[in-house]
């Protein structure tokens, strides 16, 4: 079973930037972040595949960078900025071993059976 610890939460002013992080317990093969507002669907943000290939949801591109650091147990990390109210929401790490995926990324839910517990980000105007 594999274990997602998120981090790197909080409140920040529109324009602002923020840095969240996962640690798996072990290595999968891609990973992702998603956010889930309240009263609405869990939407993808990012992922990375074991490539180092990356996607990015339309809302967040040229703004948000998923990167993923071998050398630190393969932690995942978010750099968000230029944020705006509307990225607030409840943020997962989530982290998939489909091998026929391996590679590439993927912003589909259903392709990750891994899930963290959710960091909080808060963006005031």
């Known amino acids: 079973q594999v274990q997602l610890v998120e981090s790197g939460g909080g409140s920040v002013q529109a324009g602002g930037s923020l840095r969240l992080s996962c640690a798996p317990s072990?290595?999968?093969?891609?990973m992702g972040w998603f956010r889930q507002a309240p009263g609405k669907e869990r939407e993808a943000v990012a992922s990375i595949g074991s490539s180092g290939m990356t996607d990015y949801a339309d809302s967040v591109k040229g703004r948000f960078i998923i990167s993923r650091d071998d050398d630190a147990k393969n932690t995942l990390y978010l750099q968000m900025n230029s944020l705006v109210p509307e990225d607030t929401a409840m943020y997962y790490c989530?982290?998939?071993?489909?091998?026929?995926?391996?590679?590439?990324?993927?912003?589909?839910?259903?392709?990750?059976?891994?899930w963290g517990q959710g960091t909080q980000v808060t963006v005031s105007s």
């Open positions: 072990v290595y999968t093969y891609y």
């Open positions: 989530a982290a998939g071993s489909l091998y026929d995926q391996r590679f590439v990324p993927s912003l589909a839910k259903e392709a990750y059976q891994y």
